[in-house]
């Protein structure tokens, strides 16, 4: 016998994330009660979030920030980039 589920929850989120995150989720085949379920049995699986948190140091946030404003080196291949980087 399955358990009855009867518990929610509730969250405000930004519209266009809410609006983006169910699209992709609808692509996959999952509702949005299930996404949270699998969100929730993961929390509890990993005892934390289920993906790892980090936050950027300095040189990451001047990189994000010049990115946002469209500022920084362009590349039109890998092999270009892998060149630039040395790699």
């Given amino acids: 016998m399955g358990s009855k589920k009867i518990a929610s929850a509730r969250a405000l989120i930004e519209p266009e994330i809410k609006k983006e995150a169910e ?10 009660s299930t996404s949270f379920e699998l969100f929730y049995r993961q929390v509890i ?3 934390g979030l289920p993906f790892e948190l980090h936050v950027p140091n300095e040189k990451t946030m001047k990189a994000i920030e010049n990115s946002r404003q469209g500022k920084g080196k362009a590349f039109s ?11």
């Fill in 45 to 47: 699986a990993q005892r």
């Fill in 23 to 32: 699209k992709i989720l609808k692509s996959l085949g999952l509702s949005i």
């Fill in 77 to 87: 291949t890998p092999k270009e980039l892998f060149d630039d980087l040395g790699i």
